[in-house]
């Protein structure tokens, strides 16, 4: 591979860099003409499609279905809750000619949905009998983003699913809302190896207009965190704006309790970042959309033997793995290598003449590049076995990095230093918003998640008041 086709500056030297070669080179993204948006390659999209896969089939088995809802929503629709377009003004991109005509109502191009959807609620719920209402939409999302474009993590436009939910009840609403953000665990920990904390953000940090948010955040190995998904209890704000009622057991008018969910292609930069190295992509088999590559090494007496050895292999391991074989002509065994390690694949497979009068293939592992010769006959069990420990073996390691560098601090002094140190501090905290303001202006470093499990009673670290919460702190992407 020549050298301006693989990674050319190492992570620990400079992240940004590293992850903007990682994304260009990989072929997962590149930049649009349009400022601010991102082209998305079919590698990185068949990435997002696993994700998008594994997701649609936890939604679907919890009981949701999926629907569709317009790209544009009327203004008045937009302003009917106050605090909603408060937060969400600034980024809104408007509509306001249709052709040459001007438009009698100008239109936002979605942010969010809640407003066009609870309009659309308020339509259709007339009874107890059409709770609970499950919907979800997969859909993209236009949020006017001024700071540097970063493929993946900061782009005008981006691919997200957002649900929204009615219920009879709080109680109800508060189970649907921490059994979505549990599911957005399994995605961040099961699918993409990567560990999470969960928790509630504070006051300033939730979403508009909700009365409460949780999330499951993620620390990079630079030491920023990223919001991976949140899920949020809405309460009945949006229920009397857009007046949606029913009539229940016992006779009486009720507003519903709504809630709304969502997991965005921010994810993939979560996968890149934690896992990636030196050489590229280190994709986890579960997410991976090729699991196996078999690279023939090829001299030109043996040519077709080999090749016809190769094909039979592929057609065993297809039947269980996503897996191609790299029989392209003109390019070298070393070259194909490097070229499947920057894709990340987690398996590649070798075979030649002499593997081939042993019975055998070299198996190559991407995140350890760890090599080991293999009887053919024993070949699908020791991908199975392989597959599963190069998984384990991400998630691990990514935990690893999580808890060493996690720093429980008592002292405000020792907060600064800590993200001084590019950590994420957990300290007892009052979670008021003058504090969370002073610890930003001071550090900028903002508040990640208030977790479930508390430290108990203290004193916070910022204004020394009793509290029995705790909470973590990290600069941000």
């Known amino acids: 591979m020549a050298e301006d086709e693989g990674i050319t500056i190492k992570k620990s030297e400079n992240f940004s860099?590293?992850?903007?070669?990682?994304?260009?080179?990989?072929?997962?993204?590149?930049?649009s003409p349009v400022k601010g948006c991102m082209v998305i390659r079919p590698y990185g999209y068949a990435i997002w499609e696993n994700i998008q896969g594994f997701l649609d089939r936890r939604i679907k088995e919890t009981g949701h279905e999926n629907a569709y809802f317009p790209l544009f929503i009327p203004e008045t629709f937009f302003k009917k809750e106050a605090e909603h377009v408060e937060g969400f003004s600034p980024e809104v991109a408007w509509v306001t000619h249709g052709g040459n005509t001007k438009l009698n109502e100008k239109l936002a191009i979605r942010p969010t949905s809640e407003t066009i959807i609870n309009y659309m609620y308020s339509q259709w719920i007339r009874s107890y009998r059409d709770l609970p209402l499950l919907i979800n939409q997969w859909a993209n999302i236009v949020r006017w983003e001024t700071k540097m474009t970063k493929l993946f993590m900061r782009t005008r436009e981006f691919l997200w699913q957002e649900g929204h939910t009615c219920h009879r009840t709080k109680e109800e609403a508060d189970e649907e809302v921490l059994k979505m953000l549990d599911i957005y665990r399994e995605v961040y920990?099961?699918?993409?190896?990567?560990?999470?904390?969960p928790g509630y953000k504070t006051e300033k940090e939730k979403f508009a207009g909700a009365l409460y948010t949780t999330t499951v955040e993620a620390l990079m190995p630079d030491g920023r965190a990223i919001q991976g998904g949140t899920s949020h209890n809405l309460g009945q704000k949006f229920a009397k704006v857009f007046d949606i009622t029913y009539i229940d057991k016992?006779?009486?008018?009720?507003?519903v309790w709504q809630t709304s969910w969502g997991l965005t292609t921010r994810s993939v930069a979560a996968l890149v970042m934690t896992h990636g190295d030196d050489k590229g992509l280190v994709l986890p088999p579960n997410v991976a959309p090729i699991k196996v590559v078999i690279i023939p090494i090829i001299f030109e007496k043996d040519r077709k033997i080999v090749l016809e050895k190769a094909n039979e292999i592929k057609n065993t391991i297809k039947k269980k793995y996503s897996v191609t074989l790299d029989d392209r002509e003109g390019y070298t065994a070393g070259y194909k290598f490097n070229h499947w390690e920057l894709k990340g694949v987690p398996i590649r497979i070798e075979i030649g003449p002499k593997d081939i009068q042993k019975e055998q293939v070299i198996l190559?592992?991407?995140?350890?590049?760890?090599?080991?010769?293999?009887?053919?006959?024993?070949?699908?069990?020791?991908?199975?076995?392989?597959?599963?420990s190069i998984q384990k073996n991400l998630y691990e390691k990514a935990k690893k990095l999580l808890e060493e560098n996690i720093v429980e601090v008592d002292s405000y002094e020792d907060l600064k230093k800590a993200i001084e140190e590019k950590k994420m501090i957990k300290l007892r905290f009052c979670c008021s918003i003058e504090c969370e303001e002073k610890i930003k202006e001071d550090t900028g470093a903002t508040s990640s998640c208030i977790p479930f499990k508390n430290f108990g009673e203290g004193k916070c670290v910022v204004c020394g008041k009793e509290t029995d919460k705790s909470i973590y702190f990290a600069k941000h992407y």
């Open 17 to 31: 860099e590293w992850y903007n070669q990682v994304i260009l080179k990989a072929e997962l993204a590149d930049f």
């Open 189 to 197: 920990e099961d699918l993409l190896a990567i560990p999470v904390i």
């Open 250 to 255: 016992d006779e009486k008018k009720k507003y």
């Open 364 to 388: 190559v592992r991407r995140d350890t590049g760890e090599k080991k010769a293999i009887k053919s006959e024993k070949l699908l069990e020791e991908i199975e076995n392989t597959l599963n």
